[in-house]
């Protein structure tokens, strides 16, 4: 089950002094290898495809703010690739800040390699950034490139994520190689950098299922964190499906490619006036007041900071085909369809 980890790596330290056999106490797993290949499967047919961060960010405005503030909004690309010079299982990926158009974040890029590991019971995927990164910026759209590209330095990989089945997700924890690499328990990973000299220390989680991944990463440097966040809460992302979107307003009238997850454009009215158009896909109030509904939500808002307040808006299911709404005092049209793929 998905764990919660306010202070999680605090909490480690501790039990290691209360408790000198910890790892012990550590679940034993004894997987056939059917099961890992069931694993491995869901995998490759679940991980591949566009994520995205802002329905977290939605339920955050509109709900409770954490107290750090809103998470980052990140929209993560997995591609599953040939690429038989980095392993028998390759997938790529990399993060866009701010949406799917949005700026490659540095260093975001990353191969990952999988295989099985019975003596491990789990499939085990390791990942590190490609040489030469330049090169291969949106990988996933470049299948040419795929035969070329290789890890930065295979070798000085010290850390592995372990996956295995939990109900209906998958859950991937980190494990160091060796076991001094695994003195701060399950799911932690520690060295001392050759950069730096300090020790270098990494506690993670991801979580995923067809419709939703969850990531928890904090890394740390001499006790420092320079990834993650200090209120250890995941990063939730969800899998973004392709829309094609028709606008009409004073500019004219044009087709948009389009995404369900926290798609934006701009539009004029005709009083000249900007607005943005958005399609979102999130976890909403339920219209009863108790819980939250899963819908699909197109509007036209007026812009300011927090993305604006609608002027209209339309809703529908979460996977419906098709969603429009208009504007008429300020002559705004859109019409958005699911794409068939």
Known sequence: M???????????????????????????????????????????????????????????????MPEEGEHEHWHRTFALIKAPQVGEVVFYG??????????????????????IDETRSAVVINGQGPAEPEKYVDLHKH????????????????????????????AGVLDGKV??????????????????????????????????????????????????????????????RDYTCS??????SRRLAAYDRGFFADVAARDGSKLQIRLLRADYPAADRYGLDDRLRLSIRVPDDNNGVATVTADAPPLA????????????????ELNSR
């Open 2 to 64: 998905l764990r919660t980890n306010s202070c999680r790596a605090a909490l480690l330290l501790g039990a290691l002094l209360l408790l000198p056999n910890f790892a012990a106490a550590a679940p034993s797993y004894q997987l056939t290898r059917m099961e890992l290949e069931s694993v491995m499967k869901d995998l490759k047919a679940w991980l591949p495809g566009e994520w995205n961060s802002f329905p977290q960010i939605e339920l955050e405005r509109s709900v409770k």
């Open 94 to 115: 990399q993060i866009n800040i701010g949406g799917r158009d949005g700026a490659l974040v540095p260093g975001s890029q990353v191969l990952y390699r999988a295989w």
């Open 143 to 170: 299948p040419e490139l795929w035969g070329q590209v290789k890890m930065r330095n295979p070798d000085g990989v010290r850390c592995d994520f372990l996956w295995r089945r939990d109900g209906g997700q998958l």
């Open 179 to 240: 076991a001094e690499s695994r003195k701060y328990g399950p799911g932690t990973c520690s060295y001392i950098s050759d950069r730096t000299g300090k020790e270098f220390f990494a506690d993670a989680e991801w979580v995923l299922t067809p419709e939703v991944l969850w990531l928890y990463d904090i890394n740390t440097m001499g006790g420092r964190i320079f990834i993650g966040r200090e209120d250890h809460t995941h990063v939730r992302l969800y899998r973004s």
């Open 247 to 252: 606008v009409r307003d004073a500019a004219g």
């Open 321 to 336: 085909r098709r969603i429009r709404t208009e504007d008429r005092t300020r002559d705004i049209g859109v019409s958005c």
